[in-house]
DNA sequence: TTTATTGCAAAACCTTTGCATGTAT
DNA sequence: ATACATGCAAAGGTTTTGCAATAAA
């Protein structure tokens, strides 16, 4: 059974979180095998809810359990398309994924260990619809990440253990 | 003779754009090699402000300069180094690199054609510190990009060309 | 002359694709 | 049985690097 584990709280006023399972495959027309199965109840599961392909492959070979990478990549693209991932390009160069349950936020990623936190901030919705408005352009989407220090004990350059 | 046209106006409060010539170059420990010249003045005078490695070769070759890409590439990274240029990573993939006159900005880009505008949000830079106090980050840096559609008449795609 | 810089080709990275084999329905 | 997924290896696109040849100081 998969289970749910969010380090960071959403706010009650933007609505709950749903479970992705198996049956949201089915509903994305993808067939319900292994891999995917796997893949997902990683995310699911992990206690870093920011996964590269990279990240996966390395998890499932820790477990003996071979994946290739070209599945991942292909699975988690297809993933993205069907709404259950939402894809993110931080600063480090390859994509990292996190499940989608629908409610936008932006990031703030510790440049030491690689720690992800989600935020939201209505005001800075707002000021951005504006300077679209103002210049003439539709707004689609946008992309922000605050890079910094997360000052954590145990916080220590993690990321060069590769 | 360097010349600067910028599209985009900057607020008088926020200080005055300083050129950045070959003299920069030298103070940076640079020698002024021809390369180097010409993609400093390439930034100086070419109507779109970003450009990639790609698109600075292009230009070199359109002009039967022949300078090749690792030289673009090793020049680009050393002028991020020296605060000459700053770095950013749009959806293209591609990295872009534009002068650095000390003004921090971010971006609105163009899902059609490509086309990039600058802004500046004192209150979203405000609550960005506010994010990251409440979580306990001290701030290194941030990136944000709106992806919009330009809508003007001569935005068509460009893009596509090639 | 000395030291930095260039060009070329090769390699490194991340990601995608072709194709024959294997699996879910 | 049929259509879809997988694994492997090869190829793509962007960026970096080693090294001998070249240019700036």
Redesign the pocket.
């Known amino acids: 059974m998969l289970s749910v584990k969010l380090r960071i709280p959403y706010k009650k006023t933007r609505g709950s979180i749903l479970m992705k399972t198996?049956d949201d495959?089915?509903k994305a027309?993808?067939?319900?095998?292994?891999?995917?199965i796997k893949i997902l109840s990683l995310f699911e599961s992990s206690d870093q809810r920011h996964l590269?392909?990279?990240d996966i492959y390395k998890q499932f070979v820790s477990e003996d359990m071979?994946?290739?990478?070209?599945?991942?990549?292909?699975?988690?693209?297809?993933f993205e398309q069907a709404g259950i991932l939402v894809r993110h390009?931080f600063e480090?160069?390859?994509?990292v994924y996190e499940l989608d349950h629908g409610e936008h936020h932006d990031h703030i990623v510790c440049n030491q260990c690689g720690h992800v936190e989600e935020f939201y901030d209505e005001e800075i919705e707002k000021r951005q619809l504006k300077v679209a408005r103002s210049r003439n352009f539709k707004i689609l989407g946008h992309s922000l990440q605050i890079y910094a220090d997360c000052q954590e004990e145990n916080c220590s350059r993690k990321i060069e253990e590769n």
Do not use: C, F, M, N
Request: zero cysteines; proline letters at 6%; aromatic letters at 4%.
């Open positions: 198996p495959l089915k027309g993808l067939k319900a095998t292994l891999p995917r590269s392909a990279e071979d994946v290739g990478l070209a599945t991942i990549y292909r699975v988690l693209t297809q390009h480090s160069g390859k994509a």
